[in-house]
């Protein structure tokens, strides 16, 4: 069965450990206990915090299908508004929403397939809120997706060179033997009413796979990965010499790739990551793919604007376009769930880690101050803060967070306040990248984000 606090890969591949950790736990690789795991026993209030946050995040993946059908409906109804003569210049419309339709069960798949793969670090059945009707639940969709194939068909996956196994039942890629009912906690019917927030969320991660394990996504890669991978490999040239290879810390790693791609250059690699639904999803990409292009998913159909044809939007995109476990990872790659300041300002991981790399992170702070101050007690004298992205405040100008606390500062007071904090400037320059776009949309957001690294030169100590 797989542990929230341990997912491993496959047989033969290095073993990727993703901790499921509340804001204040942090669980490291098993491999370095010694030096770098800091792992605890939850507290009451914690547990509560975890089983309060889990089932609705749960929910909204499981209402994907649900709220997307609602958009579908709302389209077809402004399709009946229109007159005979205007229906007759479109009459591939109503064509186009079966499509849609069926994009939206094979994204559906993947989600619950995804679902299936994490078993919660506590008892969450109990938690769930009340039912809504109408859901389709996990019986429901795999009558209707029964006869799609898939790209791998009765693959067991292991686990510590034993078959994952949920209930007496073997997790496989055959739709037809999924054992559904082994997760009382999965059942769809289960939801609650869903923010329009949360719904987004669940889209948003669909596209940033594309972002982080599709093809399309190489030429965002090269913009802001490669720069930073390049920067790494120069600075730590003798790394494969060293008897311990150098720490490198990736605060706000998303889905894991720029992290796992760090940890294929010869470092130990941990990404960290706030968000649930980032988690749940990189855990499934990066322990339980067997090969590459083993999903397909739709990640544009959630917008009708800017298309330059339908067979743009709805076209397909196969993931992962490696796979993770045969890409070369160092045995101490690992993932890490929680806030990055609550998880790491402790005193035991002061000096820890010999570079940390930041890619569109440090303006997602309420307290950029606070960021820059828990890098330079975690970094070694010596060591490198690698940044790339904006200065887009996450909790600037946004509604209805009034209260949040947003220190909203500019790039020039944010090197000065790095300098405060032991940073010198190294190197400096300004790129120009997209973040998660389509490729093939009439409208593209760049950003021209600085590029830096910086080198904590001496410990400041602080009051």
Not at 230 to 251: G, I, N, Q, Y
Request: with cysteine; proline share 5%; charged share 25%.
């Amino acid at each position: 069965m797989i542990s929230s606090s341990e997912m491993m890969a496959t047989e033969k591949a290095p073993e990727f450990v993703t901790a499921m950790a509340t804001e204040t736990e942090r669980i490291g690789n098993s491999r370095e206990v010694d030096e770098e795991k800091i792992s605890r026993k939850k507290n009451p209030e914690e547990e509560a915090l975890e089983a309060k946050c889990l089932p609705g995040i749960i929910s909204a993946y499981l209402n994907y299908p649900k709220a997307a059908e609602e958009n579908l409906k709302k389209c077809e109804r402004s399709y009946q508004k229109l007159s005979p003569a205007h229906k007759a210049l479109v009459t591939h419309f109503p064509m186009k929403l079966q499509r849609l339709r069926r994009c939206i069960l094979m994204n559906s798949h993947f989600i619950y397939n995804m679902l299936q793969a994490f078993e919660p670090p506590i008892d969450l059945s109990k938690h769930m809120r009340e039912p809504i009707t109408g859901a389709l639940s996990m019986e429901e969709l795999q009558r209707e997706e029964h006869h799609h194939d898939h790209s791998l068909k009765n693959a067991e996956i292991r686990l510590n060179n034993k078959t994952c196994e949920f209930d007496g039942g073997h997790l496989n890629h055959d739709h037809g033997s999924v054992p559904f009912s082994s997760h009382d906690w999965l059942d769809s019917s289960l939801q609650a009413h869903v923010p329009l927030v949360d719904v987004n969320k669940v889209r948003w991660v669909i596209r940033n796979i594309v972002r982080d394990w599709g093809a399309e996504g190489q030429r965002e890669r090269d913009e802001c990965y490669k720069p930073i991978l390049e920067e790494l490999d120069s600075l730590f040239p003798d790394r494969h010499k060293e008897s311990t290879r150098p720490a490198c810390l990736v605060p706000g790693a998303g889905l894991g790739r720029l992290a796992l791609e760090i940890s294929c250059l010869g470092f130990r690699s941990q990404g960290n990551e706030v968000s649930y639904y980032m988690m749940l999803c990189s855990s499934f990409i990066l322990n339980y793919t067997q090969l590459p292009g083993e999903w397909t998913i739709y990640p544009w159909i959630h917008t009708n604007c800017n298309s330059l044809s339908d067979d743009d939007q709805l076209r397909p995109i196969s993931i992962p376009d490696i796979h993770p476990a045969s890409a070369g990872v160092t045995e101490s790659f690992s993932m890490c769930r929680g806030d990055f300041v609550e998880v790491f300002n402790e005193s035991s991981q002061a000096g820890m880690w010999d570079a940390v790399v930041t890619c569109f992170f440090i303006d997602t702070a309420h307290n950029i101050i606070e960021y820059i101050e828990t890098i330079s007690k975690i970094l070694k004298d010596g060591g490198v803060l690698i940044n790339l992205g904006p200065l887009l405040y996450h909790f600037a100008d946004e509604q209805g967070l009034e209260n949040e606390m947003s220190i909203e500062l500019s790039l020039e007071d944010v090197k000065r306040v790095a300098s405060h904090y032991g940073f010198e400037m190294e190197k400096e320059k300004t790129i120009e990248t997209t973040y998660s776009t389509n490729p093939r949309s009439m409208m593209k957001n760049r950003y021209y984000p600085v590029f830096w690294t910086m080198r904590k030169k001496c410990a400041i100590t602080t009051t």
